[in-house]
């Protein structure tokens, strides 16, 4: 696809979706169709809302594991898990 080409399909492209703007805002069947999808549109930005808020609850929560895991591995390292030379196994 060359330049041309290119700028044409990108010329009709805006001009669709200006045409289908100014039919949505500004005739009043396009407001009648806005009016009904607009609860839709208000319940699908709730639910995206709400799946954002538990995406971040679980970032929050990996986060909170891993730095767990972190300071057992620190932790781990520091300390011999048994004190003595003689003793292999606590059972």
């Given at each position: 696809?060359?330049?041309?080409?290119?700028?044409?399909?990108?010329t009709?492209?805006?001009?669709?979706?200006?045409?289908v703007?100014?039919?949505?805002?500004f005739t009043?069947?396009?407001?009648?169709?806005?009016?009904?999808?607009?609860?839709?549109?208000?319940?699908?930005?709730?639910?995206?809302?709400?799946?954002?808020?538990?995406?971040?609850?679980?970032?929050?929560?990996?986060?909170?594991?891993?730095?767990?895991?972190?300071e057992?591995?620190?932790?781990?390292?520091?300390?011999?898990?048994?004190?003595?030379?003689h003793?292999?196994?606590?059972?």
């Amino acid at each position: 696809m060359n330049d041309n080409s290119r700028a044409m399909a990108l010329t009709i492209a805006g001009a669709v979706i200006g045409g289908v703007a100014g039919y949505i805002l500004f005739t009043e069947r396009g407001r009648e169709l806005r009016r009904r999808f607009e609860p839709a549109l208000d319940n699908i930005a709730g639910e995206l809302n709400s799946f954002r808020m538990t995406i971040e609850k679980a970032a929050g929560v990996a986060n909170e594991g891993w730095k767990l895991l972190n300071e057992a591995m620190e932790s781990g390292s520091q300390t011999s898990r048994y004190p003595t030379l003689h003793q292999k196994s606590p059972f």
